[in-house]
């Protein structure tokens, strides 16, 4: 069974820095596509990055020249490096993995405040 664990979130003051990791397990084949997700407050999900196995990456317009995805192929796992974090970057960040299929991880919450 494939899961993905989210880790690293938590309460910074405006222009602070955070970094995300996921974890993923039960998987015996690296996964194409992995990204971070996020949904705010009244809010859609929306992707704030993906990272594909062979180094693609696409940034969602908001979050450019702040936020890093990176990932580590060897343990099929990605990380988030958030810095200058403002107010509207505060969501649930959710990982997610896909192969043959889609899976997302539980969320991590991200607090932008004073």
């Known amino acids: 069974q494939v899961q993905l664990v989210e880790s690293g979130g938590g309460l910074v003051q405006p222009g602070g820095s955070l970094r995300l990791s996921c974890a993923t397990s039960?998987?015996?084949?690296?996964?194409?596509?992995m990204g971070w997700y996020r949904q705010g407050p009244g809010k859609q999900r929306e992707l704030v990055a993906f990272?594909?196995?062979?180094?693609?990456?696409k940034y969602a317009e908001s979050v450019k020249g702040r936020f890093t995805i990176s990932r580590d192929n060897a343990r099929n796992a990605i990380y988030l490096q958030m810095n200058s974090l403002k107010p509207e970057d505060t969501a649930v960040y959710y990982c997610?993995?896909?192969?043959?299929?889609?899976?997302w991880g539980q969320g991590t919450q991200v607090t932008v405040s004073s």
């Open positions: 039960g998987s015996v084949t690296i996964f194409y596509h």
């Open positions: 997610n993995a896909e192969n043959a299929e889609v899976y």
């Open positions: 990272i594909t196995n062979i180094g693609t990456i």
